[in-house]
T-cell receptor, first 116, second 114 residues
């Protein structure tokens, strides 16, 4: 158990519906990341937070995607007007400060999204 | 463009065979390097990491990796694989110029025949 929790683990939704994923990081971690992973590919960076501030967003994160971390603890990732191309696993990860300073980034088990 | 390349998409070995999975990156400057493993149905777990010092890094479960700066490589090795090593393996990099995020390769699926 890594300590990063994601909910729900699986979500099937109809095209055009909105979905929201929640991530609870390891409690003392101030950095929180969102990644997307499709079959046969490595995780792709979407966005990250330092405490409650969203500091970087990938170009993969279209206007239909929004992420928040209102109190610097848990985070939500919302996808509006889902499309079939959004079908993927959405991974959350957390770390104490950044990985570049020697801290390990811990991943959650992911939330599988299937858009039908 | 900055990238991480894993040349082997699927590797099939018999138990007790030796393993080497290739990883190359295209970042300049100082980098930190990682290998993550994803067992079937499980989350990504850190196998090992390199930040500085000895370029030969030892990780969990008998894995090791060697950082060769001149070749921009960080290959993963294990002298004798077990059936339980069946998993997907991801090489990943953080560059000091983009210290905010870890960039992954596309992964190598390892299948071990019992």
């Amino acid at each position: 158990d890594t300590g990063v929790s994601q909910d729900p683990r699986h979500k099937i939704t109809k095209r055009g519906q909105n979905v929201t994923f929640r991530c609870d990081p390891i409690s003392e971690h101030n950095r929180l990341y969102w990644y997307r992973q499709t079959l046969g590919q490595g995780p792709e960076f979407l966005t990250y937070f330092q405490n409650e501030a969203q500091l970087e967003k990938s170009r993969l994160l279209s206007d239909r995607f929004s992420a928040e971390r209102p109190k610097g603890s848990f985070s939500t990732l919302e996808i509006q007007r889902t499309e079939q191309g959004d079908s993927a696993m959405y991974l959350c990860a957390s770390s104490l400060d950044g990985g570049a300073v020697g801290n390990t980034i811990y991943f959650g088990e992911g939330s599988w999204l299937t858009v039908v | 463009a900055q990238s991480v390349s894993q040349h082997n998409h699927h590797v099939i070995l018999s138990e007790a065979a030796s393993l080497e999975l290739g990883c190359n990156y295209s970042y300049g400057g100082t980098v930190n390097l990682f290998w993550y493993v994803q067992y079937p149905g499980q989350h990504l777990q850190l196998l090992l990491k390199y930040f500085s010092g000895d370029p030969l890094v030892k990780g969990i479960k008998g894995f090791e990796a060697e950082f060769i700066k001149s070749k921009f490589s960080f290959n993963l090795r294990k002298p004798s694989v077990q059936w339980s090593d069946t998993a997907e393996y991801f090489c990943a990099v953080i560059s000091y110029s983009s210290a905010s995020k870890i960039i992954f390769g596309s992964g190598t699926r390892l299948s071990i025949r019992p």
